[in-house]
């Protein structure tokens, strides 16, 4: 029982050492997530355009 106590103490303790963001910090981070989620995909399909183009010229 005393190791159930000794973790719960523990987890209690690292719980308070953890350091929330704020609302601005996680908006701007979301919003960078976001556009690059976005540019990265774009990126991904004008790519993949070119490789099907290609294939197409090749392969007839």
Known sequence: MSKIK???????????????PTQKELQDNTAIVVLFSIILSLFIFFIDQIYTKALEFIFG
Do not use: T
Request: no cysteine.
């Open 6 to 20: 000794n973790f719960s103490e523990g987890v209690r303790k690292e719980w308070n050492k953890i350091s929330w």
